[in-house]
T-cell receptor
Framework: NAGVTQTPKFRILKIGQSMTLQCTQD?????MYWYRQDPGMGLKLIYY???????DKGEVPNGYNVSRSTTEDFPLRLELAAPSQTSVYFC??????????FGPGTRLTVL | GENVEQHPSTLSVQEGDSAVIKCTYS??????FPWYKQELGKRPQLIID?????GEKKDQRIAVTLNKTAKHFSLHITETQPEDSAVYFC????????????FGKGTHLIIQP
């Protein structure tokens, strides 16, 4: 099993550009999550999903969108990138309210 | 929503000594409390977790205690080793459900040789 995979590993965006961060898990987990981690801080929940076709906002959803068309994939869309979105983005998955397995992260810089 | 406070932000201990990290939470409905270890540039990895129906859990050199009445939980690492150096995060699930985790700000644990 590859676990949770994320692409790309690194990305530099210009202000106003858009991009999609990809996340895939092969553990057949029903729950998936997107977090962001700013330097020296804990992780903050952006969006989560409890199953295909179901998504909901977390603590910091503004400027982001998600979709969950399959159990495996949970892409995060950034529209009109802003410097405040410079962060490391982690995708995670779990089977119910149990251990969350994290992907390797995407380091995003918006200039 | 849930609010998780974590102390201290930095902890330096001698190799072989014990380390204790403390967290408090605000939502009495939270029922799942994991601890994650994150090495520099890496993803967070679960080291131990506890549910609200248990007061203490131990796994070799690592233990976690939970006081539901006071809404605090602690991580105890005994016989610390150089490889324990990392940032440790406590977390609590939000609204007692599948709402994702609310994390503390982290403790940078430094093991002095």
């Amino acid at each position: 099993n590859a676990g949770v995979t994320q692409t790309p590993k690194f990305r530099i965006l210009k202000i106003g550009q858009s991009m999609t961060l990809q996340c895939t898990q092969d553990m057949n987990h029903n729950y998936m999550y997107w977090y962001r981690q700013d330097p020296g801080m804990g992780l903050k929940l952006i969006y989560y999903s409890v199953g295909a076709g179901i998504t909901d906002k977390g603590e910091v959803p503004n400027g982001y969108n998600v979709s969950r068309s399959t159990t495996e994939d949970f892409p995060l869309r950034l529209e009109l990138a802003a410097p405040s979105q410079t962060s490391v983005y982690f995708c995670a998955s779990s089977y119910g309210v149990n251990e969350q397995f994290f992907g390797p992260g995407t380091r995003l810089t918006v200039l | 929503g849930e609010n998780v406070e974590q102390h201290p932000s930095t902890l330096s201990v001698q190799e072989g000594d014990s380390a204790v990290i403390k967290c408090t939470y605000s939502d009495s409905a939270s029922n799942y409390f994991p601890w994650y270890k994150q090495e520099l540039g890496k993803r967070p990895q679960l080291i131990i977790d506890i549910r609200s129906n248990v007061g203490e859990k131990k796994d070799q050199r690592i233990a976690v205690t939970l006081n539901k009445t006071a809404k605090h939980f602690s991580l105890h690492i005994t016989e610390t080793q150089p490889e324990d150096s990392a940032v440790y995060f406590c977390a609590a699930n939000s609204l007692g459900g599948a709402d994702g985790l609310t994390f503390g700000k982290g403790t940078h644990l430094i093991i002095q040789p």
